[in-house]
């Protein structure tokens, strides 16, 4: 059965510096018409970044939207245009110091596919040399490092719940057990 629903009309209510928000008038595939609220963002990517030690370089900081802090793998928005690699090239660097080297795409993750475009494109890296951080002028973030095993505890325990963290050390603790099979 075909599920795809078609646009008729599309109304931006607001556009904003980092997403905008349309309502829109869609048909089904009976061809009932059905009503959407669609959030645009541009996308983003997230970077694991293991330290020669084998622990990974997470931020941590207050989420205004969930009025809470929270523990992630650095992570940052597209500029217009950019391809993703690049976007996460400059992101360690502006938030850990760090560049990154050997990447190895973990794939895409769709953090709320019901109303939000956001992609999220997942890398792993090692930590090459330090560059200097240069963090957004209104990002205030605390850096530490855990291992794989600590960070699936505090998933575990329930202390962190950031989804691309979730996701990522499952693919990066995947993609270590395949790649050390292989050798």
């Keep these: 059965m075909d599920l795809k629903e078609k646009p008729v009309e599309q109304k931006y209510l607001f556009r904003g510096k980092i997403i905008n928000l349309r309502t829109d008038r869609a048909l089904a595939p009976d061809g009932c018409e059905v009503y959407r609220e669609v959030v645009e963002h541009p996308g ?14 997470f931020v941590t900081q207050y989420r205004y939207a969930q009025e809470g802090v929270f523990t992630e793998y650095p992570a ?24 990154g080297k050997d990447f190895v795409y973990l794939g895409k993750m769709v953090p709320t596919p019901a109303y939000v475009t956001e992609v999220l494109d997942m890398y792993y890296a090692r930590q090459g040399e330090y560059k200097g951080q240069h963090l957004d002028e209104d990002e205030k ?22 989804a691309k963290t979730i996701t990522m050390t499952f693919l990066i603790r995947e993609y270590k057990e395949r790649h050390h099979e292989e050798n």
């Design 141 to 162: 973030i605390n850096l530490s490092k855990m291992t794989l095993e600590e960070v699936t505890e505090k998933i575990v325990r329930g202390e962190i719940t950031d």
């Design 76 to 99: 940052g928005k597209k500029e217009p245009g950019e391809d993703p690699l690049e976007t996460a090239k400059r992101e360690i660097i502006e938030e850990t110091g760090y560049e």
């Design 44 to 57: 983003g990517v997230g970077i694991a970044l293991e330290d020669e030690e084998g622990k990974f370089f």
